[in-house]
């Protein structure tokens, strides 16, 4: 035995155990989350590297094979423009134009462009029934190869011999594109003929030219017709209202109402003096209304309180300057009164002159106000003066306007009447000018010309394209799956998501393709990367404690089929390659597996211990094939394990087998739904929880470190098993190079 195996021994055994139950372990606290790095997303394109391969070939294959197969398409194009009016060849508007064009105009066109009536003119002149393009269309061929011959009366009976399937497919195959700030559209027609396509987009620009000049005329022969009609009833109209005036106008002797025009070439009629006489005296009443107001409102002022503190009177130039006067001989008066007594004769003097001032701005008080009073009374007078007159004035008008209300009325139906009168004929002249043009706003610009190379499909375009989005696509779709997938994959995920450390990462023994039993790895090949990383863990629980590390340990996990037990067997077998003397407990009752694994009669148990059917000197300690390892098996299988393991005796049972062993590994079922390894934590000094990656649930692993910490069990930490390396972050080492370079 090595020198470092007899110190670490020496450490596991320094003092005897004082057994007792776990305490809780402490709160782990993860380190600070890295910031997301562009390696990050690396990671998980790489470990989802073959669902973006399959996603990319797929969609690659797929655009390629169906452009290979599809037939090429040609597309040929016009362009045409449009204006909005005719050109202006006559010098008054087209009868056509009769409303106002609209913007939406050329919206308009672009519609008629693709309509149905178009493309049934374009279908007959070119007679595609004869293309195999069309050729599948026409139910009707004969019939309507032979309606080609008739005249364009019977093209109305030729539309209905037309499938609506085929009107349909030509539409589709037309492509209007405006271009912009511009009067000019390209249209374009594909075909699997470049002929064809040529052919056709110029018969589109020729028919829509076309179908333009003869609706124009329709529209002016309709135009013309009704224009005729409307010219005779005007006529007839016109005549009556006149004389429906004239018999009026001699029956109440009206005769002042005929207009004449002023300095300023405006018309006006006699009666607007009656209308302006009666304007002015309301403005003249409105001013004298206000006069009387203002006049009123000094007079309440003057009688309400003191006259002599009125604005009025105080506003006064002579008040205000006898009130100037007053108040400097007061101020003499009381200065020499300092100096002199009342009875001296300059004194006298001053006091006769000041009573003078008083005396006189009384007089000058009472004229204002005398004034004022009168000034109302004038006031008053001419409102009421005003009053009257408009009274008479507002009686005469209104007796002429009852006269000439009818006239008026009259005589705007007789001039409403000759004005569309003479639109009317003006008009019909326009039109029988017009019906002579074939002028048309809609001009060819560019004819369709052969298209020289094939429109549809565009292979550097598609292949392109299907690069891009096989490329993105399957990442997105990575990522996508990367999403919704809730396992533990990386010992990061251990600690930040299930705040508990990680003791450990077991790679997937499928890739080492071994014919070696996994339980048995450790023990039979100690090169391969999967025996060293169990000796790794054996060294992390060995020093990883600051005192003495944990000599009773349990083995569990959240669900079935997470590999604890062969992680106890594995961890078991290191720690006797370093000498230790190593006991292992199968107390997993339910489903026990060690017996099978080291073909260990399973006769005798810890079922039969715990029920005390059995003692530790009846064979319950069994030896294996390995060195310094022994095992207790589970025993029958008993049908209430869970209260088998409360019971003492599995607290007796470790206490009285502790000193023999300086390490006791215990592998228990899983936590999840079962109470057996709440039981067994509180008789161990340690809890190891085994994950597997890419299968154990984020969820699950939450839950057994809640249940766990519920019950006061002490979690060491987890060991990671069955991790890919395509899996692990930034390619996590497993001396796979290292050992293969050495076998070299």
Known sequence: MSEENEINKEKALDKPRDYSLATPGQIYYPQNEEEVHLRDYLHVVLRRKWIVITFFIAVVTTVVIGTFIKKPVYKSTITIKIDKENPNILSFKDVVNLEKIEDDYYQTQYKVLKSRNLAKRVVHSLNL????????????????????????????????????ELIDSFINRIEVSPVQK????????????????????????????????????????????????????????????EEKLNEYAAKNGIIFLDKTEDSKGKATDNQ??????????????????????????LCREMHSGEQESSSVVMNNPLMLELKKNYVSLDAEYNQMLKIYKPDYPKMIRLQEQINQIK??????????????????????KRENQLKAALNSLKNEALSLNERAIQYQILKREADTNKELYNGLLQRLKETGVSASLTASNIQILDRAEIPKKPYKPNWPLNIMLSLVVGIFGGIGLAFFTEYLDDTIKTPEDVEKKAYMPSLGIVPNFSEEKSPLQVEYVSHEDSKLPISEAYRSIRTFLLLSSGGKPPRVMMITSPDRGEGKTTTSVNTAVSLTQSGFKVLLIDADMRKPRLHRIFKLDNTIGLA??????????????????????????????????????SSYRLRDLIQNIYSDFNFIIVDTPPVLGIADPLIVSHQTDGVIIIVRSGKTAKYNIKETKRILEGVNAKILGVILNSVNQSTMKYSYYYYRHYYTDEKK
Request: charged content about 25%.
């Open 129 to 164: 029934f004869s293309y195999p393009e069309f050729s599948s269309f026409d139910e009707n061929k004969k019939q309507n190869t032979e309606s080609n011959l008739l005249d364009k009366q019977n093209s109305s009976l030729e539309d209905d011999k037309v499938s609506p």
């Open 359 to 380: 005396k006189k701005m009384d007089i000058e008080t009472k004229r204002i106000i005398s004034s004022v009073k009168k000034d109302y009374e004038v006031a008053v």
């Open 182 to 241: 511009s009067r000019l559209v390209n249209v374009s027609f594909q075909s699997n003929d470049p002929y064809l396509a040529a052919k056709v987009s110029n018969a589109i620009g020729d028919a829509f030219i076309e179908l333009n000049i003869e609706s124009k005329f329709q529209a002016t022969n309709q135009a013309k017709t009704w224009l005729e009609k409307q010219l005779d009833e005007m006529k007839a109209k016109v005549e009556q209202a």
């Open 272 to 297: 607007n003096i009656i209308t302006k006489r009666l304007s002015e005296l309301s403005s003249e009443l409105t001013t004298a209304t206000a006069e009387r107001i203002s006049k009123e409102a």
């Open 608 to 645: 039969n211990y715990l029920s005390g059917n059995a003692e530790i000197d009846n064979g319950l300690i069994k030896h294996c094939n390995i060195e310094n390892l022994y095992v207790i098996t589970s025993g029958p299988i008993p049908p209430n394990p869970a209260e088998l393991l």
